[in-house]
C-alpha cells in the first residue's frame, strides 16, 4: 500500500467517523487506548445490557438486538478486550440471560421492535415474533458466553447444552446462509473442522470478477494466515485482497455494495458510517496479510 493511500484513508476518518470508530481506528494504527472503544462503545449499551441505538447502521432502532449486541461483542473482541468482570461484558451476559428475543432456543436475527425505526429490509420481521436463524447471531453469542460467562451460572450451562444441539445442527448442514457460516465460524474450535472447511471452501466465491458482489468472498471466511484453509487457496486470498485494495476510494474510504431501497433520506447516513467500518476492515485484513507496509 502506499502511503499516500494510508494518509487519505486517516483523513477520512479522522473527518468523518463516528467517535467509536475513530477510536477504532487509533487503537489499531495508531496505538491508541481500547478503553476508548470501550467507553464510546458503552453509549449504544441498553440498560438491559444489549445495543442498540444504530451501533449496526443498518438499524436505527434504539432497542436492544441480539444481532446489534454480536456487532458491539465483535469489536470487543476486535481490540482484544478481554475483562470478564467489565460491567459491559456483565451487561451483556445479563441480557443474553434474560431470555428476551429468542425462539426455539436460539437468538433471533431480527426483532419486530425494528419496524418502527428506519432500517433496511433485511431486518424486517419474516414473524410476529420476528426472524429466525439457526445460526445467526446464535452462533457467536454462544461463543460469547463460553468466553466471559460463569462456569456456575444458568446462562453457562444454557450455553454448553446448546452448543450440542447446534454442533448436530451443523453436522447435517449443507447449505447455510453466507452469514451463517460466517457466524459458525466462531465457535471453530467446537465444531467438526473437516465439515466446515469444506462448507467453507466450497460456498466461497471463486470468480474474482464476482468479489465485489455480494457474496462470500475469500477473506470473510480467510481472515489471516493462520486459517487453515489460507495455503490451499493463497492464489484466490492474493487476488481478494488486490481487490481490496482497489475499492479504496480517490476520498480514502471503502464503500458498501449494498442498499436499503426505502427510506431515503436515512440511508445515506447509515451508509456514511458503514464507509468508516468497512475502511478499518479493510485495512485490518491488509495489515494480517502483511500489505501493511507503506510504500512513498
Known amino acids: 500500500m502506499r502511503r499516500e493511500t494510508y494518509l487519505k484513508m486517516r483523513s477520512f476518518i479522522y473527518k468523518n467517523a463516528r467517535p467509536l470508530d475513530l477510536y ?9 487506548n481500547p478503553l476508548q472503544v470501550v467507553h464510546a462503545l458503552g453509549f449504544y449499551q441498553n440498560e438491559d ?3 442498540g441505538h444504530g451501533l449496526e447502521p443498518d438499524n436505527f432502532s434504539p432497542h436492544s438486538t441480539p444481532i446489534t449486541t454480536n456487532h458491539a461483542i465483535e469489536m470487543l473482541k476486535e481490540i482484544g478486550f478481554q475483562d470478564k468482570h467489565h460491567p459491559m461484558v456483565q451487561g451483556i451476559l445479563s441480557y443474553l440471560a434474560s431470555g428476551k428475543a429468542k425462539h426455539q ?7 419486530p421492535e425494528t419496524l418502527a425505526y428506519p432500517h433496511a429490509p433485511w431486518w424486517d420481521s419474516e414473524a410476529s415474533f420476528g426472524t429466525f436463524s439457526r445460526y445467526n447471531p446464535t452462533a457467536p453469542l454462544l461463543q460469547f458466553i463460553l468466553d466471559f460467562g460463569d462456569y456456575a451460572s444458568d446462562l453457562y450451562l444454557y450455553a454448553l447444552n446448546e ?3 447446534l454442533k448436530k445442527d451443523f453436522m447435517e448442514e449443507e447449505e447455510p446462509s453466507m452469514h451463517d ?15 466446515l472447511h469444506a462448507l467453507e471452501e466450497k460456498h466461497m466465491e471463486k470468480d474474482p470478477q464476482k468479489f465485489q458482489d455480494y457474496v462470500l468472498r475469500p477473506t470473510l471466511v480467510i481472515e489471516g494466515k493462520e486459517h487453515p484453509l489460507y495455503e490451499k487457496l493463497k492464489p484466490l486470498v492474493e487476488k481478494d485482497l488486490d481487490d481490496l485494495e482497489s475499492q479504496i476510494k480517490e476520498e480514502g474510504f471503502v464503500d458498501i455494495n449494498w442498499a436499503w431501497g426505502s427510506y431515503p433520506e436515512e440511508f445515506p447516513v447509515a451508509r456514511h458510517q458503514w464507509r468508516s467500518h468497512r475502511t478499518i476492515k479493510t485495512l485490518l485484513l491488509l495489515k494480517a496479510f502483511g500489505r501493511w507496509d507503506l510504500e512513498e
Not at 477504532?24 to 491508541?32: K, N
Not at 432456543?105 to 426483532?111: I, K, P, Q
Not at 457460516?181 to 465439515?195: F, K, M, N, T, V
Open 181 to 195: 457460516l460466517i457466524a459458525l465460524a466462531s465457535l471453530r474450535p467446537y465444531l467438526d473442522e473437516e465439515h
Open 163 to 165: 452448543l450440542e444441539n
Open 24 to 32: 477504532r481506528w487509533q487503537v489499531h494504527f495508531e496505538g491508541g
Open 105 to 111: 432456543g436460539r437468538w433471533l436475527f431480527s426483532v
Open 49 to 51: 445490557g444489549g445495543f
